[in-house]
């Protein structure tokens, strides 16, 4: 560092090697790419916030409006969580043996599968009791919420579902799958957070 | 071995289609860094030319209210509107982002880190790609039914969010849409820059090796991607709005308008940084080669940017001072306002001090750059006025705002492009520009444009607001020497877009009939220069990517022969 800012000093360096790497590409692109996500749910927490604590008397759900099923989403969210988990150990065995990989990336995409279809279920079920995105702003932040979740989640379960196919074709790269799971890791991690401001 | 490590690096970049297609396709489809610079440059082009074109048509209605423009026909009320809007948005989306960030920053990077292209060469195409989509969506927009959305660039609700109050419900969601676009446009570019910056250098470039230029636009993007969030955020929300009936912004269905005031301006002031790095990022290094001196604190530079750019996104309420915040909030945010003017000015000083004692060449692109300092500190001098929340209550939405920034933006975007396209022109295109032309050039834009915006300070601090079609509607602003003001500033525009048909015509003559450059004209130590003018595809042949010994500013040292010490040569 002094050579450095000793402005005529000759700094003897060692003959260059290597070009510096800090993490795979495709990892630090995709950090780079939750980062932006994780700023896009962060302002639609903060308005979700806002609007709600402007509601007269903190009626919220407002009058007329459904509650949201607190209880079965929670299975929910145990659900992803536990694919989460899963996919950790999936990395664990694809470091011994790729294909040892196989089985836990399956269930984490079945669990993934399991979510979403739970929570289509769940929608449908809600727009039957009256809750709509017209409705109120209740439902409003509801939709535009989970639904931006979601569209992550399925984002992440085609992703999952190619990262899957490659290894059954034995191409998969540990920094191919590294990549993926920065991404579905993101969603299992996000969803507990949405979970407590949107449902409780 | 180091040969070999290059040879593998590259190699390993091969499997990226580097034969791709020929012919035009090679043009349209390429992946290489250099065409897709080339893409953003010339779209990035056109559409300053557009909003060029739409600044006259406006500026015409200004100053002689009511008669026919020559090339447009009468303005009409909704028109005018329409037009300052789509302008606004066409030069900071359309052409400040691409040319300063994605032209340049997708040129100089590799080239001057040592690499044979970007990290991800097909999610940049893809980048490009969709930015030229939202070029023509929100071109499209002004010519749907009812016209192009005229509710400013800010697109503040309820008038943004209602087709019956914007009266243009297609040409407002299409204006949503194209911005969308170009944001994503710039987020897969923006994950590009940073990769390749952390993970593609040549052998032995240090943190502190990096030249100027390419810290500022990566840093400027991650500035991006940070403060771009919340805004898509905001937009799906203004798009329900418009299209689903929901009322996010409604206050008659539960929502807030200023919400959105809040969601824009958090990515709103950042993103004046954004587009504020670069163009400081290529003073410095232009003014550092011209000035054939080290550049002065290197480090504290890197470190001041990466506070201010903390800082930013702590300021945006100082738009919303009179929005109906609460005064508390308004205080805490003239402080933070008054805190990021001291990290722009240490830049300045930086810069400045890198001049002292130096032996200058005023060439063309040297001039630029020494304009750019001294207009960017008239824009953030007045920044300062407008951050004290007493003085913005009467400043607010008066031209004084408008000519504010105007000194920062036009600096930016316009004298910060040109510095850039005339220094690094030669590498772009092998040929030498005209010095003379282009100090004829220089004079005929940075006059005029003192012309321009200095009465609209005036005119600003006498009370004239923004976004008024006529002023001879309102008593008190229709006086004579307030007209007079008007016209000079009309008057001037014509003049400095008069001017620009001479940098037209260098580039082309140049581009034709200029003079075959070398590979280093300007004697500069950074890397670009160590290859071809311009440099073939891949940039170095395989064998011979450079390596990197010292820092890129080794510029008139006494204790060498010659005054400048190219980054790649061996000790
Ligand atoms: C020294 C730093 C700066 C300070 C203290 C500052 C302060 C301000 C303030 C307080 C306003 C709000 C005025 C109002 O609407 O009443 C404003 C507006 C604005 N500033 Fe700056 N500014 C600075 C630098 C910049 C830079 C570098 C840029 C551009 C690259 C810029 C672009 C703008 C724009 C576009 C607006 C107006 C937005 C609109 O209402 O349409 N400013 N500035
Ligand atoms: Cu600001």
């Given at each position: 560092?002094?050579?450095?800012?000793?402005?005529?000093?000759?700094?003897?360096?060692?003959?260059?090697?290597?070009?510096?790497?800090?993490?795979?590409?495709?990892?630090?692109?995709?950090?780079?790419?939750?980062?932006?996500?994780?700023?896009?749910?962060?302002?639609?927490?903060?308005?979700?916030?806002?609007?709600?604590?402007?509601?007269?008397?903190?009626?919220?759900?407002?009058?007329?409006?459904?509650?949201?099923?607190?209880?079965?989403?929670?299975?929910?969210?145990?659900?992803?969580?536990?694919?989460?988990?899963?996919?950790?150990?999936?990395?664990?065995?694809?470091?011994?043996?790729?294909?040892?990989?196989?089985?836990?990336?399956?269930?984490?995409?079945?669990?993934?599968?399991?979510?979403?279809?739970?929570?289509?279920?769940?929608?449908?079920?809600?727009?039957?009791?009256?809750?709509?995105?017209?409705?109120?702003?209740?439902?409003?932040?509801?939709?535009?919420?989970?639904?931006a979740h979601g569209l992550h989640a399925i984002a992440a379960i085609l992703a999952l579902g190619w990262a899957s196919f490659e290894l059954?074709?034995?191409?998969?790269?540990?920094?191919?799958?590294?990549?993926?799971?920065?991404?579905w890791y993101f969603v299992v991690l996000l969803w507990p957070v949405l979970y407590l401001i949107v449902y409780l | 071995m180091v040969e070999a490590t290059a040879e593998v690096w590259h190699a390993q970049h091969e499997v990226h289609e580097h034969h791709g297609p020929q012919g035009v396709l090679k043009y349209l489809w390429s992946t290489d860094h250099k065409v897709i610079s080339m893409q953003y440059l010339f779209t990035g082009m056109f559409m300053a030319v557009v909003g060029g074109f739409m600044a006259y048509v406006f500026r015409m209605q200004l100053a002689f209210p009511g008669s026919s423009v020559p090339g447009?026909?009468?303005?009409?009320?909704?028109?005018?509107?329409?037009?300052?809007?789509?302008?606004?948005?066409?030069?900071?989306?359309?052409?400040?982002?691409?040319?300063l960030i994605a032209a340049f920053g997708n040129f100089l990077i590799p080239l001057m880190i040592g690499a044979d292209d970007m990290v991800f060469p097909r999610i940049n195409r893809l980048s490009f790609q969709v930015f030229f989509i939202s070029a023509l969506v929100i071109l499209g927009s002004l010519f749907v039914e009812g016209g192009g959305f005229g509710g400013a660039w800010t697109a503040y609700p309820p008038l943004s969010a209602k087709g019956v109050y914007n009266q243009t419900p297609l040409g407002a969601t299409l204006w949503l849409i194209g911005v969308a676009l170009e944001f994503v446009a710039f987020l897969l570019g923006g994950i590009n820059f940073i990769t390749t910056l952390m993970n593609a250098r040549a052998p032995g470039m240090k943190a502190y090796d990096i030249p100027m230029v390419c810290w500022m636009i990566v840093i400027a993007s991650i500035l991006f991607m940070l403060s771009v969030g919340p805004l898509i955020a905001g937009a799906v929300m203004l798009l329900f709005d418009q299209t689903l009936g929901t009322g996010f912004y409604d206050p008659a269905m539960g929502g807030d308008p200023v919400l959105w005031q809040h969601l824009f301006w958090f990515f709103g002031h950042p993103e004046v940084y954004v587009v504020m790095l670069p163009a400081i990022g290529i003073t410095i290094?232009?003014?550092?080669?011209?000035?054939?001196?080290?550049?002065?604190?290197?480090?504290?530079?890197?470190?001041?940017?990466?506070?201010?750019?903390?800082?930013?996104?702590?300021?945006?309420?100082?738009?919303q001072f009179i929005s109906g915040i609460d005064p508390r909030m308004?205080?805490?945010?003239?402080?933070?306002?008054?805190?990021?003017?001291?990290?722009?000015?240490?830049?300045?000083?930086?810069?400045?001090?890198?001049?002292?004692?130096?032996?200058?060449?005023?060439?063309?692109?040297?001039?630029?750059?020494?304009?750019?300092?001294?207009?960017?500190?008239?824009?953030?001098?007045?920044?300062?006025?407008?951050?004290?929340?007493?003085?913005?209550?009467?400043?607010?939405?008066?031209?004084?705002?408008?000519?504010?920034?105007?000194?920062?933006?036009?600096?930016?975007?316009?004298?910060?492009?040109f510095a850039a396209l005339t220094y690094w022109f030669p590498k772009m295109f092998g040929k030498m520009m005209s010095d003379k032309l282009g100090k004829i050039h220089f004079w005929g834009t940075i006059i005029p444009f003192n012309f321009i915006f200095i009465p609209l300070f005036v005119l600003g601090m006498g009370g004239q607001h923004r976004r008024i079609y006529n002023y001879q509607h309102f008593p008190d602003?229709?006086?004579?020497?307030?007209?007079?003001l008007r016209i000079i500033a009309t008057v001037a525009l014509l003049v400095m877009l008069a001017f620009q048909l001479v940098f037209f015509y260098n580039f082309i003559r140049s581009l034709l009939r200029g003079e075959k450059?070398?590979?280093?004209?300007?004697?500069?130590n950074t890397l670009e220069w160590t290859t071809e003018s311009p440099p073939p595809h891949g940039n170095w042949p395989p064998d011979q990517m450079p390596k990197v010994y010292r820092g890129p500013y080794e510029y008139g040292r006494p204790d060498r022969e010659s005054d400048f010490w190219p980054q790649d040569e061996p000790a």
């Open positions: 560092m002094a050579t450095e800012s000793a402005a005529h000093e000759i700094e003897q360096r060692p003959e260059p090697v290597s070009r510096p790497k800090i993490l795979a590409d495709g990892v630090m692109g995709m950090l780079l790419f939750v980062f932006a996500e994780i700023m896009m749910f962060a302002g639609l927490i903060s308005a979700h916030r806002i609007v709600r604590s402007q509601v007269a008397g903190e009626m919220w759900p407002p009058y007329g409006q459904p509650r949201l099923p607190v209880q079965e989403t929670a299975v929910n969210t145990a659900a992803l969580l536990v694919s989460g988990i899963v996919l950790v150990f999936a990395h664990l065995a694809f470091k011994k043996e790729a294909s040892r990989a196989r089985l836990p990336i399956l269930i984490a995409l079945l669990l993934g599968l399991f979510f979403v279809g739970s929570q289509g279920a769940e929608w449908v079920a809600l727009l039957g009791e009256g809750l709509t995105i017209q409705s109120s702003t209740y439902g409003g932040f509801f939709y535009l919420i989970v639904g059954y074709k034995g191409r998969l790269t540990g920094s191919q799958l590294a990549t993926v799971s920065v991404f | 447009f026909g009468i303005v009409s009320p909704g028109e005018y509107n329409s037009l300052v809007t789509n302008h606004g948005s066409i030069m900071i989306f359309w052409v400040a982002m691409p040319v290094d232009i003014v550092a080669t011209f000035a054939r001196k080290k550049l002065f604190g290197y480090k504290l530079m890197l470190y001041t940017t990466v506070a201010t750019g903390v800082l930013s996104f702590f300021v945006w309420a100082h738009h308004a205080n805490v945010f003239m402080v933070t306002t008054l805190l990021i003017s001291v990290p722009i000015a240490e830049l300045m000083f930086v810069i400045i001090a890198t001049l002292y004692g130096g032996s200058i060449r005023l060439a063309t692109p040297m001039l630029w750059a020494l304009a750019f300092i001294a207009e960017f500190l008239i824009g953030g001098v007045t920044g300062i006025f407008l951050g004290a929340s007493g003085a913005d209550i009467y400043f607010h939405d008066t031209y004084f705002v408008l000519a504010h920034f105007h000194y920062t933006f036009f600096p930016i975007a316009i004298i910060g492009t602003l229709a006086g004579a020497d307030f007209q007079r450059a070398p590979k280093n004209p300007w004697n500069a």
